[in-house]
């Protein structure tokens, strides 16, 4: 019963401490940005990803233009997507836009923050900060957990968990 008892409080204290580390919510004005994470990267990798919600409480369009990050030598908006059975990622060209209304998710898988030339790789349980600038917004400061939201899983080979590895 004791052991049961340690291994349901663990289990409720890395939920709870998982799920708020990533809890962050900023709300600049008509924006609202909610939890921000990355994953950890392996060592050595040079690049990794950061994943965020965003949503645009105003009745007119807005964009994410631009983001850096003093952890990275640069940092770009980047999709990420499959056709045919090939992987292709590409920088978002002019921005990405946050139609009015609406939330747009940065996730594995599609849109994500490419954070590259990482001079030291993002470790478990850190931030990274980062600065977003909006086309009408201005400029947001956030901080990407490392580690939550369910982002321990990366790839060998590059340490950008939402690249599906060719098979």
């Known amino acids: 019963m004791k052991k049961f008892t340690l291994v349901l409080t663990a ?12 809890a962050q919510t900023v709300t600049p004005g008509d924006i609202e940005i909610t939890g921000p994470y990355a994953r950890p990267m392996v060592p050595g990798a040079k690049v990794g990803g950061g994943y965020l919600s965003i949503t645009n409480k105003a009745t007119a369009d807005d964009k994410l233009v631009g983001i850096n990050s003093a952890r990275a030598g640069s940092s770009e908006l980047h999709r990420m997507s499959v056709d045919n059975g090939v992987m292709t990622m590409r920088p978002v060209a002019g921005g990405l836009a946050i139609p009015a209304g609406q939330t747009v998710e ?4 599609g849109y994500h923050v490419m954070f590259k030339n990482v001079g030291e790789p993002f470790k478990r349980g850190e ?3 980062a600065t977003l600038t909006f086309e009408k917004a201005g400029q947001v400061d956030v901080e990407f957990a490392v580690g939550a939201a369910g982002a321990a899983k990366t790839d060998s080979q590059s340490g950008m968990g939402d690249m599906p590895m060719p098979q």
Do not use: D, Q
Request: glycine share 16%.
């Open 127 to 129: 931030t990274i900060k």
């Open 11 to 22: 289990f409720f204290l890395a939920l709870f401490f998982g799920a708020s580390a990533g």
């Open 106 to 109: 940065l996730k594995p898988g």
